[in-house]
Nanobody, 121 residues
Framework: QVQLVESGGGLVQAGDSLRLSCAAS????????MGWFRQAPEKEREFVAF????????FYADSVKGRFTISRDNAKNTVYLQMNSLRPEDTADYYC??????????????WGQGTQVTVSS
């Protein structure tokens, strides 16, 4: 089992930056793939970013490529999502995910409870 707790969400203006954090516990963090998803109101949950166990491989959704950066600190059991140049369409609940594998998209095993990000225009 892996427990995930997200933090860092909030209300920002378009063009601002925000950094989400996800603290993991329950398994050896450095052995676990990690990622982020988001779900906007009345839309399906969508993949945002993935990072492998040692941080050497990352993947991003086209909609965030060049603006968002996923990283991890295995010493702190934490994964981050740095979000720059935020747009109103980035407004969503953001979910941390862990475990699983990546084949064309990310298929995680564990989910966090989510943190809300609202971007005003």
């Amino acid at each position: 089992q892996v427990q995930l707790v997200e933090s860092g969400g909030g209300l920002v203006q378009a063009g601002d930056s925000l950094r989400l954090s996800c603290a993991a516990s329950g398994r050896t963090f450095s052995n676990v793939n990690m990622g982020w998803f988001r779900q906007a109101p009345e839309k399906e949950r969508e993949f945002v970013a993935f990072i492998n166990t040692n941080g050497g491989t990352t993947f991003y959704a086209d909609s965030v490529k060049g603006r968002f950066t996923i990283s991890r600190d295995n010493a702190k059991n934490t994964v981050y999502l740095q979000m720059n140049s935020l747009r109103p369409e980035d407004t969503a609940d953001y979910y941390c995910a862990a475990g699983g594998y990546y084949i064309r998209t990310y298929y995680p095993t564990y989910w966090g409870q989510g943190t809300q990000v609202t971007v005003s225009s």
